[in-house]
């Protein structure tokens, strides 16, 4: 017999080794992964290194696993090894509880476990999920201590934790050291740069990086679209399509989140056919993202359709086609398709109730409201947030119950910010209650200085009352404060080009010809009986230079321009990011019926069609 020989012992252990490591690698649940657990303390192999770490990594990295389990498996073993430890910080690091991973470092520090290289990116992994800035700079000083700073996977993972915590002083002066710049490097520095709002150093880097992927890629598209450029992301999106780089389903949900912003319907349909094209599978991100951008674009239908096609309808499904009910102004609709997801056995969540009491709110629905908001409480256990109370103020306020907005303000539990005293003002501006109006402005330029929009309604609120002495004081105020007023500007979507206005263009290679046809439109406008409504401008001028400047608004520019490019009896649809003043809106109707056009503008706050010299919102907006 060898001398090298196993033993028949030996050989019964080697048998039951492979057998337990191959049940291991084909364990699909706990069920049969507590089964292979319990042979394994019969055989005795439950104290062997390596099952037990197989059995560990199962339970807590598996998509199958259970975290608990997993640790209590963990703390059975008197001497775990440096594998069992990085297994069960990767576990949490991976999960809802990232603290964990940094209490059970802490554990390692007191029992003088040693560290390696593979320790700190589940560390830092962590420190990201909780924006924990001061652990991620006591890890920082670990990894130099240990001698491993030039450890490109913990450098990148550290970079990437000071870029998406803000820190991105300390990610510049990081990325500058390295030696060795891999695209993960890259990456973490433009999405840095995207989540502080730096888009011209983000698009620098973006310029300056040797090879992109399409994760660098989809981070400036998101960033573009988070900064509210969604016209340079859509320029962007081009730009990868003609370097050949494929989308992934973030990339077309942050395009189509840009289609959405800008009413480009031509754009978003091109997209939804390149999924279905190429068979990607809308997940719900990606079926949101859909329906968000048809209900926007102003094309419910397609939007339901979307909705309908979709395998699995989660509550934000429902929620977007929801919302989208509300910004089109059908309050009625909105609250069947509310019943229906209820009927269907979805579970409204405080996102639904956003968007169905803004529903309620632009319908004028405020009974339906009322017991809505009730309803929150008593019957689905939800507590109001400030968001749900803003759309109550917005409601009341709107009906012109301004009393009860303003009771509603005083009883709720929470302090009041600026965006419920926005609506109370903007109440108090539609309804012409000055007196309030001035207190509740005066208090919201405090709340919020930095906001352009409330000195520009604490300024309406003098001007209308005539006490222009204070007007110009506002206006002066927020001069001093080096707050600009945002400029109307409006949008215009035809054939796949984005046309884009603002109040008194003169920048537009059109624009002669877009002057001399609005000249011609005013004297058929004035046939009609047309008269300008200047009450909305706040400027101490006089009749006829009023009459000048609200003729120059953007969304008149775009629908004149929308009458010279599109063919008789087309569809005008027109994007504005501030919301529509009373003079154009009665300009619109009468276009509508002048020129038999169907006109669909999308204003700061909703929809509204102009039909036959009506409008869907029926002059309640």
């Known amino acids: 017999m060898s001398l090298f020989a196993l033993s028949p012992t030996n050989q019964f252990m080697e048998c039951n080794m492979a057998q337990t490591l191959s049940m291991l690698q084909t364990c699909s649940s706990m069920e049969e992964l507590k089964q292979v657990h319990a042979q394994m303390f019969k055989t005795g192999l439950v104290s062997s290194p390596i099952p037990a770490s197989r059995l560990l990594t199962f339970c807590s990295l598996s998509g199958s696993g259970n975290l608990c389990y997993a640790r209590k498996l963990f703390d059975s073993f008197s001497s775990p090894d440096i594998f069992m430890w990085n297994t069960m910080i990767r576990g949490y690091s991976n999960s809802n509880e990232p603290e964990e991973a940094l209490h059970l470092y802490h554990q390692m520090l007191c029992h003088s476990v040693p560290h390696n290289k593979y320790t700190f990116p589940s560390l830092l992994k962590a420190c990201s999920s909780l924006s924990a800035l001061e652990e991620t700079q006591q890890i920082h000083a670990h990894i130099l201590k240990l001698g491993l700073g030039s450890e490109v996977y913990a450098l990148n993972s550290l970079l990437h934790v000071y870029a998406v915590t803000g820190s991105i002083t300390m990610a510049n002066l990081l990325f500058d050291r390295l030696h060795q710049r891999d695209i993960v490097s890259w990456n973490s520095m433009i999405n840095g740069y995207t989540k502080c709002d730096e888009m011209e150093k983000a698009n620098e880097c973006f310029k300056r990086m040797p090879v992109k992927n399409v994760i660098s890629w989809t981070a400036m598209i998101s960033g573009y679209v988070g900064a509210g450029l969604s016209k340079e992301a859509l320029n962007l999106f081009h730009e990868m399509q003609n370097a050949g780089v494929k989308p992934d389903i973030v990339t077309l949900a942050s395009t189509l989140s840009a289609c959405a912003h800008l009413g480009a319907v031509d754009q978003g349909s091109w997209i939804h056919a390149y999924i279905d094209k190429n068979r990607i599978h809308i997940d719900p991100v990606l079926g949101c993202a859909l329906i968000d951008m048809y209900a926007k674009c102003g094309s419910m239908e397609e939007a339901l359709e979307v909705f ?288 038999a056009r169907d006109i669909v503008l999308r204003d700061r706050v909703r929809f509204h069609l102009f039909r036959d010299g009506k409008c869907s919102c029926g002059d309640y907006w």
């Open 308 to 595: 309908r096609s979709l395998k699995n309808k989660s509550a934000a499904s429902w929620t977007a086609v929801i919302d989208g009910f509300a910004i089109h102004g059908q309050g009625r609709e909105a609250l069947d398709w509310l019943m229906q997801m209820q009927r269907e056995g979805v579970k409204p969540n405080p996102i639904t109730f956003v968007a169905i009491l803004t529903a309620c709110s632009h319908a004028g629905l405020v009974d339906e409201g009322k017991l809505l908001f009730e309803s929150m409480n008593t019957v689905y256990k939800l507590v109001p947030s400030i968001e749900h109370y803003g759309c109550m103020v917005d409601l009341l306020g709107r009906a012109g119950l301004l009393k009860e907005a303003k009771e509603l303000i005083e009883k709720m539990p929470l302090a009041p910010n600026a965006v419920i005293l926005g609506a109370l003002l903007n109440a108090c501006r539609i309804h012409r209650h000055f007196q309030l109006g001035k207190q509740v402005g005066k208090l919201l330029v405090e709340v919020d200085p930095a906001h352009r929009g409330r000195y520009i309604h604490l300024a309406s609120m003098h001007a209308a009352a005539g006490e222009w002495n204070q007007a110009v004081k506002v206006r002066r105020q927020m001069k001093d404060w080096g707050v600009s007023k945002l400029p109307g500007c409006s949008v215009i979507s035809l054939n796949g080009i984005v046309h884009q206005f603002i109040a008194g263009d003169d920048s537009h290679p059109n624009k002669e010809e877009i002057y001399h046809t609005w000249a011609q439109m005013l004297g058929r406008l004035k046939q009609e009986g047309y008269k300008p409504e200047t009450g909305d401008l706040l400027l101490d001028l006089e009749d006829e230079e009023k009459e000048t400047a609200i003729q120059q608004h953007s969304e008149k520019l775009a629908i004149a321009f929308g009458l010279i490019r599109t063919n008789p009896g087309k569809t005008i649809r027109i994007f504005k990011n501030l919301r529509i003043c009373e003079d154009c809106h009665s300009v619109a109707k009468l276009i509508s019926k002048i020129y």
